[in-house]
């Protein structure tokens, strides 16, 4: 099934993709991509469609830092896509991942934001991935309590700490959100 462009989760992104453009102060290209199909097969992924969109990035823009950010399974299609060719970021909030996904992505910054009250991804997943992630990369935990999957009740929170981490890491400058900080200074888990 393909996906439309009025689904709430393609419509969730939009305040997202606006904070981490306002966030990078005209230094950072922001582009969300519509996943080809609904869901995840073994066939065609949305971690394929995230390979094909970063080579079309590439192909335009030449071999600049790239910063993936994604909702649910975005998030677990930006965690498989870490390390990609320029991916130098990864956040993925409230990611619908298995314990055992796993990707190499040596030198890469990854943030999982996940809220506590999530009862369609399990937070506990995500942090096994953090885990395996963490082998080959700088991975943190933020746990957002009362966070939904929706990200909706603490939006300004998601949002927020989604956009300064890619800008901080992409940009290399000092963050402004105080979770981020930490996390920029070797902190792997939050509890906010």
């Known amino acids: 099934m393909?996906?439309?462009?009025?689904?709430?989760?393609?419509?969730?992104?939009?305040?997202?993709?606006?904070?981490?453009?306002?966030?990078?102060?005209?230094?950072?290209?922001?582009?969300?991509?519509?996943?080809?199909?609904?869901?995840?097969?073994t066939r065609h992924t949305p971690a394929d469609d995230a390979r094909w969109a970063m080579d079309r990035i590439r192909e335009?823009?030449?071999?600049?830092?790239?910063?993936?950010?994604?909702?649910?399974?975005?998030?677990?299609?930006?965690?498989?896509?870490?390390?990609?060719?320029?991916?130098?970021?990864?956040?993925?909030?409230?990611?619908?991942?298995y314990p055992e996904d796993s990707a190499s992505a040596p030198g890469r910054k990854v943030l999982v934001v996940h809220g506590s009250a999530d009862r369609i991804a399990d937070p506990d997943r995500a942090a096994a991935v953090a885990r395996n992630l963490s082998r080959t990369a700088d991975v943190a935990v933020i746990m957002v309590e009362g966070g939904s999957h929706s990200m909706l009740r603490h939006h300004a929170v998601f949002d927020g700490i989604a956009a300064d981490f890619t800008a901080s890491v992409l940009l290399d400058r000092p963050p402004h959100e105080p979770a981020v900080e930490r996390v920029l200074e070797g902190e792997t888990f939050l509890q906010i």
């Open 60 to 97: 335009r823009f030449g071999n600049l830092p790239i910063g993936l950010v994604g909702h649910s399974l975005g998030g677990r299609a930006a965690l498989l896509s870490a390390g990609a060719p320029g991916v130098r970021s990864v956040v993925a909030l409230a990611p619908w991942v």
């Open 2 to 41: 393909m996906v439309s462009p009025t689904q709430l989760s393609v419509l969730r992104m939009i305040p997202i993709a606006g904070r981490i453009r306002r966030a990078g102060a005209g230094r950072l290209a922001v582009f969300r991509l519509l996943n080809s199909t609904r869901g995840w097969d």
